[in-house]
């Protein structure tokens, strides 16, 4: 029998202090000691309408784990994870938990919900660092290719969960990395590298093999890949194209797009001395968005020691779409939220150099289309920050390579691959989509989810040819 | 991994090396671009493919030993490879239905421009080639231009080979002999192609520029190659790299280039002192 824990309040989690993190790029959360863990996991009362495991994209056994994490059996526990996921110890740090399985979960009624997340992490973390490697087994070959395009959190997971079930899997990458947003975009100090690098090779373990430098829209066509005999192909190459505001003074020397600035920063690895790949060392920053992406690169901006950073951000603290988390730490560590600010030029001195940006204030309307609260123009609310770098992050707009080469690939107007809706197919036959290139710019979790669905999907269908 | 299979010295600055990349050559074409790393940890450098043959799966790369990024790619030798290389990237040039065309290079983007001269050549347009280099120590690929050209203009600053002058006046002095040209194609340092555009645009010909600005991902990812074509934001790697160059920003093109500047210089003086030491 296992005794719940009825406090009321989540378990807290050690960090890194705010004044020592500003000054590194090491992972901020420290993750909960054993005890914590098991302390935390005797919270979730086992409730019989799990209704955290519906509200889970990639459909984890959540209070299957928990309940091993309460018993001490952390193998155990790990072992209902990676029924579910591939990428556990991402998950558990990236996942927008508030708006998916704490959202929903009973004990936050009355309190905190259960931190799920941390718990999962804590799971991954003790299996990586503990864990007996049971190396699974490869599973004996049924001798059907599949290629999937991108190695970023979907494609890696389709190509984990069709390894598993038998088939020879070929992942194409763009990048020299394997990883994609998840080596690229967000930062070492909200998920190491280290533990990405572990997760992509147990799925190379897996039989999976990984082609990097390979741009499929360019080096090769999506009809290359059926002519060299795959049966399928799961498309799942990411968000891209970095959007701009359209206002003047965007092409300054210290204007970034989100893209390019942590690009520089996590795969080029840019904060480190011995790297060869330069970046603004700023003394000011203004960042233009409010989500992920946008906490990410004013953080990293502020530990490359820029002393005073900004969010601007068009409406309110509580419509930032980033993860509170991420929102509570960026406050911690000192960045400066303008929230119901919108940028109207950025400056420039006779060099071409960035000075500063001109903003003005918004006040929310009524709820547009979306069913968000649209900002509206304060008339006469100018003012101006002060700063040598902009950054922009304002979303992305999915890349044009594949669906200019692909004929018979619907697409949108705005450029996402059309898919049925319901397990990535496109409108072409033995062609999956999932991810940011069908949903435009969305969470690691989310890409997963598709992944996963498009890996039962395709062994469905190549599955019946067998039958057939 | 990239094996190096040929590596040449075409002058003092200016290295030509023929890499095993049978995915790339398979799919090349004038006008496209590669992005490469020398080694682990190098800085992701785009290079315009030279010359490519599918058959024997390889392609050529000329580029000028600028930074530590070329440097490094440099210091490799025939048998050793090179870490990362991708592409075909970009679109490849349009050279369909030309009948008269001059190609404009300048310094090492001549070795750009050849391969676009020889397709054109090869479709049987009528090719005009004017290159131009620094000085006599500078020049390359003369006897390659002449191959594909029915009329060749060389040019130095100083004169110490062909004739004495920029590139442009030996344009103006071909265009006012009366050649109707369908369009102008020139590749070259930002600043030539600027003042290629400002002659041709006098005489109203179409003019083709290829854009080579900082980058990172080369696929459109990181927007680090944005332009300003036309008034509207367009990225070198996805878009171009060529460009209507009547309709290019070139002074913003210029600064942008600038942005890295102290840091590339900082880097190769390091990397200088760093090939210094293993040499002695």
């Given at each position: 029998m296992i005794k719940r824990n009825m406090e009321p309040r989540v378990t807290a989690m050690p960090t890194q202090p705010a004044e020592v993190r500003c000054g590194n790029f090491e992972e901020v959360a420290l993750g909960y000691t054993l005890e914590m863990a098991v302390r935390e996991a005797q919270r979730c009362l086992n409730c019989k309408?799990?209704?955290?495991?519906?509200?889970?994209?990639?459909?984890?056994?959540?209070?299957?784990?928990?309940?091993?994490v309460a018993q001490g059996d952390i193998q155990g526990a790990y072992h209902v994870l990676s029924q579910s996921t591939a990428l556990p110890a991402v998950c558990g740090r990236v996942c927008p938990q508030e708006n998916q399985c704490e959202g929903v979960?009973?004990?936050?009624?009355?309190?905190?919900?259960?931190?799920?997340?941390?718990?999962?992490?804590?799971?991954?973390?003790?299996?990586?660092?503990?864990?007996?490697?049971?190396?699974?087994?490869?599973?004996?070959?049924?001798?059907?290719?599949?290629?999937?395009?991108?190695?970023?959190?979907?494609?890696?997971?389709?190509?984990?969960?069709?390894?598993?079930?038998?088939?020879?899997?070929?992942?194409?990458?763009?990048?020299?990395?394997?990883?994609?947003?998840?080596?690229?975009?967000?930062?070492?100090?909200?998920?190491?590298?280290?533990?990405?690098?572990?997760?992509?090779?147990?799925?190379?373990?897996?039989?999976v093999n990984i082609q990097t430098d390979v741009v499929v829209g360019r080096t090769l066509s999506v009809d290359d890949l059926f002519e060299m005999g795959y049966e399928a192909v799961f498309i799942g190459s990411g968000a891209g194209l970095p959007?701009?505001?359209?206002?003047?003074?965007?092409?300054?020397?210290?204007v970034y797009s989100a893209n390019e600035y942590l690009t520089r920063i996590n795969l080029m690895k840019a904060y480190d001395q011995t790297s060869r790949t330069?970046?603004?060392?700023?003394?000011?920053?203004?960042?233009?968005?409010?989500?992920?992406?946008?906490?990410?690169?004013?953080?990293?901006?502020?530990?490359?020691?820029?002393?005073?950073?900004?969010?601007?951000?068009?409406?309110?603290?509580?419509?930032?779409?980033?993860?509170?988390?991420?929102?509570?730490?960026?406050?911690?560590?000192?960045?400066?939220?303008?929230?119901?600010?919108?940028?109207?030029?950025?400056?420039?001195?006779?060099?071409?150099?960035?000075?500063?940006?001109?903003?003005?204030?918004?006040?929310?309307?009524?709820?547009?289309?979306?069913?968000?609260?649209?900002?509206?123009?304060?008339?006469?609310?100018?003012?101006?920050?002060?700063?040598?770098?902009?950054?922009?992050?304002?979303?992305?707009?999915?890349?044009?390579?594949?669906?200019?080469?692909?004929?018979?690939?619907?697409?949108?107007?705005?450029?996402?691959?059309?898919?049925?809706?319901?397990?990535g197919l496109t409108s072409r036959p033995q062609v999956y989509a999932g991810g940011d290139v069908v949903t435009g710019a969305a969470t690691v979790i989310l890409a997963m989810g598709a992944g996963k669905q498009a890996a039962e999907a395709i062994d469905r269908e190549l599955s019946a040819k067998d039958k057939a | 991994m990239f094996e190096i299979l040929e590596k040449q010295a075409l002058n003092q600055t200016v290295t030509r090396i023929c890499v095993h990349a049978p995915l790339v050559?398979?799919?090349?074409?004038?006008?496209?671009?590669?992005?490469?790393?020398?080694?682990?940890?190098?800085?992701?450098?785009?290079?315009?493919?030279?010359?490519?043959?599918?058959?024997?799966?390889?392609?050529?790369?000329?580029?000028?030993?600028?930074?530590?990024?070329?440097?490094e790619i440099d210091s490799l030798g025939v048998g050793e490879h090179l870490q990362d290389l991708v592409g075909p990237l970009g679109k490849a040039t349009e050279t369909e239905g030309r009948k008269k065309v001059c190609v404009v290079g300048g310094?090492?983007?001549?070795?750009?421009?050849?391969?676009?001269?020889?397709?054109?050549?090869?479709?049987?347009?009528?090719?005009?080639?004017?290159?131009?280099?620094?000085?006599?120590?500078?020049?390359?690929?003369?006897?390659?231009?002449?191959?594909?050209?029915?009329?060749?203009?060389?040019?130095?600053?100083?004169?110490?080979?062909?004739?004495?002058?920029?590139?442009?006046?030996?344009?103006?002095?071909?265009?006012?002999?009366?050649?109707?040209?369908?369009?102008?194609?020139?590749?070259g340092p930002l600043i030539m192609m600027k003042f290629v555009c400002l002659v041709t645009k006098k005489y109203g010909i179409k003019t083709v520029v290829s854009m080579n600005p900082i980058m990172i991902d080369g696929t459109g990812m990181c927007g680090g190659c944005r332009l300003t074509v036309g008034g509207e934001i367009k990225f070198a790697c996805v878009d171009g790299p060529d460009f209507d160059g009547h309709q290019v920003d070139f002074d913003e093109a210029l600064r942008r280039g600038e942005m890295y500047r102290e840091f590339e210089q900082h880097e190769r003086e390091t990397a200088c002192k760093l090939f210094d030491r293993e040499v002695r």
């Amino acid at each position: 029998m296992i005794k719940r824990n009825m406090e009321p309040r989540v378990t807290a989690m050690p960090t890194q202090p705010a004044e020592v993190r500003c000054g590194n790029f090491e992972e901020v959360a420290l993750g909960y000691t054993l005890e914590m863990a098991v302390r935390e996991a005797q919270r979730c009362l086992n409730c019989k309408h799990k209704p955290c495991v519906a509200a889970c994209p990639v459909g984890i056994d959540i209070p299957g784990f928990i309940e091993k994490v309460a018993q001490g059996d952390i193998q155990g526990a790990y072992h209902v994870l990676s029924q579910s996921t591939a990428l556990p110890a991402v998950c558990g740090r990236v996942c927008p938990q508030e708006n998916q399985c704490e959202g929903v979960c009973v004990r936050g009624i009355k309190g905190d919900s259960v931190g799920i997340g941390r718990l999962e992490r804590f799971v991954a973390d003790w299996h990586r660092e503990h864990g007996t490697r049971d190396v699974m087994e490869k599973p004996a070959l049924n001798g059907r290719r599949v290629a999937v395009v991108g190695a970023g959190p979907s494609g890696l997971t389709c190509a984990g969960d069709l390894a598993r079930k038998g088939y020879s899997v070929t992942v194409y990458e763009a990048l020299h990395m394997a990883g994609g947003v998840l080596v690229y975009g967000i930062p070492e100090f909200r998920l190491p590298k280290a533990i990405v690098k572990q997760e992509i090779d147990g799925l190379i373990a897996l039989g999976v093999n990984i082609q990097t430098d390979v741009v499929v829209g360019r080096t090769l066509s999506v009809d290359d890949l059926f002519e060299m005999g795959y049966e399928a192909v799961f498309i799942g190459s990411g968000a891209g194209l970095p959007r701009f505001m359209g206002i003047p003074g965007e092409s300054l020397k210290g204007v970034y797009s989100a893209n390019e600035y942590l690009t520089r920063i996590n795969l080029m690895k840019a904060y480190d001395q011995t790297s060869r790949t330069p970046i603004q060392r700023s003394h000011s920053v203004a960042v233009v968005g409010g989500g992920n992406v946008a906490m990410d690169a004013a953080r990293c901006a502020k530990r490359l020691g820029a002393e005073r950073v900004y969010i601007v951000y068009r409406r309110g603290m509580e419509q930032l779409p980033a993860r509170h988390e991420e929102v509570e730490h960026a406050q911690e560590e000192g960045i400066v939220f303008r929230t119901l600010a919108s940028p109207l030029e950025v400056m420039g001195d006779e060099n071409g150099w960035v000075t500063g940006m001109r903003c003005q204030q918004m006040t929310l309307g009524e709820p547009d289309a979306s069913g968000r609260r649209s900002p509206v123009v304060m008339e006469g609310s100018e003012f101006y920050l002060a700063v040598d770098t902009v950054i922009i992050a304002i979303g992305t707009s999915p890349n044009p390579l594949i669906r200019q080469t692909t004929a018979g690939l619907e697409t949108d107007r705005h450029g996402c691959i059309v898919t049925n809706g319901i397990d990535g197919l496109t409108s072409r036959p033995q062609v999956y989509a999932g991810g940011d290139v069908v949903t435009g710019a969305a969470t690691v979790i989310l890409a997963m989810g598709a992944g996963k669905q498009a890996a039962e999907a395709i062994d469905r269908e190549l599955s019946a040819k067998d039958k057939a | 991994m990239f094996e190096i299979l040929e590596k040449q010295a075409l002058n003092q600055t200016v290295t030509r090396i023929c890499v095993h990349a049978p995915l790339v050559a398979r799919k090349a074409e004038p006008g496209q671009f590669v992005i490469l790393r020398a080694k682990e940890n190098s800085e992701r450098i785009p290079l315009t493919i030279a010359e490519y043959d599918r058959e024997q799966g390889n392609i050529t790369l000329i580029f000028q030993v600028m930074g530590a990024g070329t440097l490094e790619i440099d210091s490799l030798g025939v048998g050793e490879h090179l870490q990362d290389l991708v592409g075909p990237l970009g679109k490849a040039t349009e050279t369909e239905g030309r009948k008269k065309v001059c190609v404009v290079g300048g310094g090492v983007g001549c070795a750009i421009a050849l391969p676009i001269a020889k397709k054109l050549h090869e479709q049987g347009a009528v090719v005009h080639s004017v290159i131009g280099f620094r000085n006599q120590a500078l020049v390359i690929l003369e006897d390659a231009f002449r191959a594909i050209s029915d009329e060749l203009r060389v040019m130095t600053d100083d004169g110490s080979h062909g004739e004495k002058g920029l590139v442009t006046t030996a344009l103006e002095t071909l265009i006012n002999a009366g050649n109707q040209y369908d369009e102008v194609i020139t590749i070259g340092p930002l600043i030539m192609m600027k003042f290629v555009c400002l002659v041709t645009k006098k005489y109203g010909i179409k003019t083709v520029v290829s854009m080579n600005p900082i980058m990172i991902d080369g696929t459109g990812m990181c927007g680090g190659c944005r332009l300003t074509v036309g008034g509207e934001i367009k990225f070198a790697c996805v878009d171009g790299p060529d460009f209507d160059g009547h309709q290019v920003d070139f002074d913003e093109a210029l600064r942008r280039g600038e942005m890295y500047r102290e840091f590339e210089q900082h880097e190769r003086e390091t990397a200088c002192k760093l090939f210094d030491r293993e040499v002695r």
